[in-house]
Structures are given as C-alpha cells and as structure tokens.
C-alpha cells in the first residue's frame, strides 16, 4: 500500500515537513550559530541564501 | 509527509527523503565553516543531490519498462568460459558460450540511464546535457581519477544542481 500520508509521532502528532523545520533546532543540533530568528522555518531561510529551487522542492 | 509522493516504491520514497533531509541541512550549515570545509560540504550536497535525480530518472525508467513503454535492447552474456589454448601470459584463446539476453534496468549507471531517458523522449537532449554536467560533478567523487588539486565548490554549482532535480521532479512526477 502507498505510504504517502503525512507521518505522525509517537505522541500522535504530525511531523513537519521538512522546509517546516525551525532554524533553532538546526541550530541545536549543529552546535552553530546561522545568524537568523531561531523561529524562522528552514525554507524561509534557504530562500533567502537564494536556494530557491530547493527551497521549492521543500514545499512540494 | 514524503517530499516525494509521487514515487510508488515505498523503500525509494524514504530513501529519497533521507537523502534529501541530509542535503538540506548540509545546505544550511555549509557556510559556517572555512573556505575548503564549506567546498568540501558543498562537493557532498552535489554528489548526494546527483544520486536524488539519478534515482528518479531510473525510477521513471523501470515503470515504463515495467508496463512494457520501453523495450530495453539485448545484449551478449557469455557463460562458461573455458581456456583452449594459452599464449603468454597475458593472452589466451577461449571459448564460451554466448546468449542475447534483455539488459537489466536495475543495473543500468547513470550515464546509459541518462541517454535512454533521452532516447525515450522522458527529458530533452538540451535537457541532457545539463544532467551530464551533473553526472561529471558526481564523477568527481573517485579521487583517484581527478588529475588536478579538486577545485572550489560554490554556491553557483549548488544553484545549477538543484536547478536540475527540480526540473528532473517536475518531469517524473508528471
């Protein structure tokens, strides 16, 4: 059967999508430090290092 | 959710995810080390994004070989291959037994997946020429093959690859 649903947690919540991520946990696990809001979502802040095309593909 | 839903086998799907979420995040830490460091993540995302649109094209291919679109060509395997005569050492006169079997899509490399997806009219020859440059990219990761100190990768190359896999996303998924 196609697994193409949105996948969930244990504690039955949706994971993000991917672009959905929070610079603040990239931030966390890396040990760096990317110079922008911890809340911004990492497709906002791919878009603006000029990823567009990857950053799109993220939204799909 | 998977960012590639349109891909129907449950095991490349997740793959490509991974493969993918690994990307992105090289990408987005990428410019905080030194110039070499940053190269170096750099030449990682080309070759991790290559293997993205390299599997995608091969997926695309096995489905329309799967419901018979394509016809891929026979080719000879030998079997049983027994010495009849040495030379020298380097030479000898064989013989075997040869029969035509179908190629196997599986086992295809890039460069052959490539020039039968332009053969089968799945992306243009212009189009080709750009994943060619991609395939040469992701060439570079045998290190014993390059013939020059490896070259600074930048965020201009990362643009043109991911330029690539979103046309090669737009062109399977339709």
């Known amino acids: 059967m196609k697994n193409t649903k949105r996948a969930r947690t244990k504690k039955g919540t949706y994971t993000p999508k991917r672009g959905d991520t ?6 966390k696990k890396y040990g760096v430090d990317l110079g922008v809001r911890s809340d911004m979502t990492l497709r906002t802040y791919l878009k603006e290092k000029g ?3 990857l950053a799109k593909m993220l939204k799909k | 959710m998977s960012d590639f839903p349109f891909v129907d086998d449950d095991a490349l799907r997740a793959n490509l995810d991974t493969a993918l979420r690994h990307v992105t995040e090289l990408v987005a830490i990428a410019d905080n080390y030194d110039r070499i460091l940053s190269s170096s993540f750099r030449k990682t995302i080309i070759i991790n994004t290559a293997s993205i649109i390299e599997a995608l094209l091969l997926w695309r291919l ?10 891929l060509s026979e ?9 009849l005569h040495k ?3 380097s030479e000898q006169v064989v013989g075997a037994k040869r029969k035509r079997e179908k190629k196997q899509v599986s086992k295809l490399d890039f460069v052959r997946i490539i020039d039968l997806c332009v053969k089968h009219k799945i992306v243009t020859e212009q189009f080709s020429k750009e994943l060619h440059k991609v395939r040469e990219l992701r060439n570079r990761l045998h290190l014993g093959g390059l013939e020059e100190v490896e070259r600074e990768y930048t965020k201009r190359d990362l643009n043109f690859v991911f330029g690539v896999a979103e046309r090669v996303i737009s062109v399977v998924s339709n």
């Open chain 2, 62 to 71: 096995k489905k329309k070989v799967k419901t018979k679109e394509i016809e």
């Open chain 2, 75 to 83: 080719e000879w395997k030998f079997y049983d291959v027994k010495i």
């Open chain 2, 87 to 89: 030379i020298n050492v």
């Open chain 1, 22 to 27: 929070k610079i603040g946990t990239i931030e």
């Open chain 1, 51 to 53: 990823y567009t095309s």
